[in-house]
Each structure stands twice: as structure tokens, then as C-alpha cells.
């Protein structure tokens, strides 16, 4: 394995469990402990993970996956503004993707039931709740990965390779000052990458919050994106939307 595909490896491995020690890391990767010792100071140095007692711990600054239950709970009346807000952009007859998350799950609550348009998510846990009353839903299908319930995978990734939608409603766990949209796991990045590719038109849903910030993968950029709703203005940030032709619309929550 060469080095760089290691510490991709290691990086994802410190996220995804929350913290890995040097022999849980050297044993996984097959590698020595003053290997994955020498790594961690190289990925410390890039502020990608923080050294920690006899391992690594995630840093914000890449974007720390929490949990969905960490995530559910945080945050909660401005993703039901965002939610309130966003589907107003729902036509009647349309094709509408819902990407995992939690803020998109308060879309999905927030969407009508009565059959009017056809819904498509990769998480089961949106899908139960888009299915509810007279609507149609449809799953990606894919691996269901533990820690943020969102389906990935090759089975997943096929399904979007076939499919168009008319509107997506994206989430994202940072927006960095350079425009790009990124997220702490390889395999939701492609996700997203795809859901934007086969969409005729952009949501981005997120609180301020996640604004100035990075995450390990980048999945897509501002010029990708049509609408963005979040929970309160942002006059310091406005340039950069502005520059990529993006509407910005603050929730009224």
C-alpha cells in the first residue's frame, strides 16, 4: 500500500470510530507501530487528525463525524425553519432525491404526503418517513453504513447512474471559503458527487453553522449548487455565493 493511500485509510479509519490507537491502526493496515507513529505526526502536522495517548482522535477541522443520533438532535429548530422553507420548492409531478442527513430528514417531515410527487433517497430512515400516507418512494439500495445510516456502495452508486431527478435537496457537514462542499467519508462523497450530477436543480440545506469549515472529501463546489436555505444571514460569507451565481434565502424560523 503506498503511503498516501494509507493515510487516507487512517484518517477515515480515526473518523468513522471516533478515535483509533497506533495498535488498532498497525494491526488493521498491516503496517508497523513506528509507521503509523510517523504518519500520525505527518497527519497532525496537516491538521487532518489530533495525536492523542498511544493514538488519534478526529479533529473539527476536517469535519468529525458525529453520529445521526449526535447529529438529530442538534440544532433542531433551525433545520425545522430550513425544512418549513425548503418545501416550497417541491412541483407537483417532479422527481425529488432527499440526501441522507439529518436536516433533510426534517425536509422529508416537512414534505407533502399526498402522493403529488415521487421521492427518492439513499437513507431507509428518510424513506420511511417520505412513504408515510399516499406518497411513492424509491431506495437507492447499497451498504448502510453505521454511523450516519446512509446507503453507499456499488449497488448505490448503479442506481444513480440510471436515474434523473428534477430537484435535490443536499446536505453537506462543511462549506470551506474556497466554495467547496465536503464530507468526512469517501463513500457518502461519491453519493453526493452523484446525486448533483443527475439533478436538474440544487438545494443545499444547512445551518451557518457549517460555514468556514472543512471536511476530508470534497463532493461538489458552490457553482454547483441553485438554492441555498439556511437558518440566518450571512452577511460575511454573501461574496462567496454571490460569485457562484447561487440564491441564498434565510429561513424565517
Known sequence: M?????????VERVTE???????????????????????????????????????????MSVG?????????????????A????AV?????????FFDSGTTTMEVARAAPKDGSFLAVTNSPRLAVELGKE????????????RRTRALVGP?????????NF????????????????????????????????????VVLVSDASKLSRQSFVQFAHLDDVDLFITDRPIPDHRERFDAADVRVVVADG
Do not use: W
Not at 430550513?82 to 422553507?85: D, E, K, T, Y
Not at 399516499?134 to 453504513?145: D, M, P, S, W
Not at 446536505?171 to 462542499?181: R, Y
Open 2 to 10: 503506498l503511503p498516501a493511500e494509507r493515510k487516507r485509510q487512517i
Open 17 to 59: 470510530e471516533g478515535g483509533q490507537s497506533v495498535d488498532e491502526l498497525a494491526t488493521s493496515l498491516d503496517v508497523s507501530k513506528a509507521t503509523i507513529r510517523r504518519d500520525l505526526r505527518d497527519l497532525e502536522d496537516r491538521g487532518l487528525v489530533e495525536r492523542s495517548h498511544g493514538g488519534a482522535v478526529p479533529v
Open 64 to 80: 468529525g463525524e458525529q453520529t445521526y443520533d449526535q447529529k438529530e438532535v442538534q440544532n433542531l429548530d433551525a433545520k425545522r
Open 82 to 85: 430550513i425544512a418549513a422553507r
Open 88 to 96: 416550497e420548492e417541491i412541483v407537483k409531478g417532479s422527481v425529488v
Open 134 to 145: 399516499e406518497n411513492e418512494v424509491k431506495l437507492t439500495g447499497g451498504t448502510l453504513r
Open 155 to 163: 449497488t448505490a452508486e448503479s442506481f444513480m447512474g440510471r436515474m
Open 166 to 201: 428534477d430537484l435535490l435537496f443536499l446536505g453537506t457537514n462543511a462549506v470551506h471559503e474556497d466554495g467547496s462542499l465536503t464530507t468526512p467519508n469517501e463513500d457518502e462523497a461519491r453519493m453526493k458527487e452523484l446525486m448533483v450530477q443527475r439533478s436538474k436543480r
